[in-house]
């Protein structure tokens, strides 16, 4: 098919997803437009809403003939910029594709729509008493789609894996219209390259994912949560020895003083009294039978406050609302970073100093199990390249990760050549030439 009229595109989108759903006024368009932090802005084409995946691919060809960009868009709560469209593509959003099967009791499967969110997937499978084990703040908005692309992690990783490790199929459409589909969610099937592995991590830059067959795994009734107040990160790393030999571990959180400080200002959720400390370590454990006398275990060689029910909740809370606090003291440059356990104390010395240097506010939390932790600087605005490289350029040299979970988007491109080595991005480029020839799927995201 010869190249369409590129002006024609608006109404070709609209004789496939119906009027209604293409959206060209600017103030309609602005909230798809703007990330959730406010750090980044674009302007799109027009912002198209499918509704299946008929819808999708007719979409995805009509922007291949007239040789339009596509920038996929979930629920929008990705922190790397990769959502927000650069200049003039077409926003696909996937929200209407929300649709989700029955549980499949027999293979603890779900089918859902790229659309669904992932409380919804959860409050599915907790009604079949079954639990989707990828779990993160944001669960409300994001979305299956949006969670596959970035690979998310969340806080049960440590337990469960990140996103990729619970995605058995995908349904998908390709950069030409095509729609690759394979939602049978065999365990076993050795046939070659592994889609669902593909597409995890590939930040809408290889194909629009349209569903996905997700794995559950037994719910755990029982709960129980334990803060524990320390002196250092190097405690914290110790307390970690100790915790990876508990059978009921589900999370641990950590969290430095100043993170844990905005949360009591900004929402009033503040840990048990007398607990204050230069760290924090949130444990969560979950078992059939009840975790709390693995935790007390813990409990009697440490500083802490062991909670279950409303009082586990309230510390749960406290984790949950961090990145919200850091939004209300300002735009915030969010670096997502993982190194070996061992070099976490080191990276946060570069980190405070790095902040120190340019009289920045510092929030540092995160992942304690995966050595990875959110920096959040308020108040770099002329100095975010300077944090960054002081930081990135540790984490690479400490064989760290400079994206632990968020991804690159449009924010960390300029670094994955350094990150990941010549040949490994020339093997990423030689994969996206091969799936999107033209380059249409988001540009500019991902490799630079
Ligand atoms: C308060 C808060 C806490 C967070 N905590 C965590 C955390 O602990 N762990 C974590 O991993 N993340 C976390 N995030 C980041 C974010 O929620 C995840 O990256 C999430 O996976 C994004 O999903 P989304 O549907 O909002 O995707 P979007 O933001 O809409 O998109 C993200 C990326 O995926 C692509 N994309 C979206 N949908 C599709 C699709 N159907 N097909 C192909 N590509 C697609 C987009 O192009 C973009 O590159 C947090 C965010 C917030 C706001």
Known sequence: M?????????????????????????????????????RYHGRARCVVRPADTAEVAGVVRACAAAGAAVVPQGGNTGLVGGATPRGGEVLVNLRRLDALSPVDLAAAQVTAGAGATIAAVQGAAAAAALEFPVDWGARDSATVGGAIATNAGGSRVVRFGTMRQQVMGVQAVLADGSVVDDLSGLPKATMGLHLPSLLSGSEGTLAVVTAARLRLVPALARRAAAWVALDSVGDAVSLLSQLR?????????????????????????????????????????????????????????HRGALATGPQRDHLLAIRDHVSLAINRRGVPLKLD????????????????????????????FGHL?????????????????????????????????????????????????????????????????????AGLLNPGVLLP
Do not use: M
């Open 245 to 301: 030999g508990l059978p009921s571990l589900d999370g641990a959180e950590v969290l430095l003083a100043d993170a844990v400080g905005v949360v009591a200002d900004e929402f009033g959720l503040a840990p048990p009294a007398g607990l204050d400390a230069p760290v924090a370590v949130l444990v969560d454990c979950a078992a059939a039978n009840d975790p709390a006398e693995e935790l007390a275990g813990v409990l009697s060689e």
């Open 2 to 38: 010869g190249q369409q009229h590129p002006d024609d595109l608006p109404e070709r989108l609209a004789a496939i997803v119906g009027a209604r759903h293409v959206l060209t006024e600017a103030d309609v368009r602005a909230g798809y437009e703007t990330d959730w932090t406010g």
């Open 337 to 364: 970073v993982a190194v070996p356990v061992d070099r976490l104390a080191g990276l946060v010395d570069v980190a405070q100093r790095a902040a120190h240097d340019v009289d920045a506010a510092l929030y540092a």
């Open 369 to 437: 199990a995966e050595g990875n932790l959110h920096l959040n600087y308020v108040g770099t605005t002329d100095h975010a390249g300077r944090v960054t490289d002081a930081v990135l350029s540790w984490v690479v040299a400490a064989g760290g990760a400079i994206s632990a979970e968020h991804g690159i988007g449009q924010a960390k491109t300029a670094w994955i050549e350094r990150a990941r080595g010549p040949a490994a991005i020339d093997a990423l480029r030689a994969v996206k030439r091969a799936l999107d020839p």
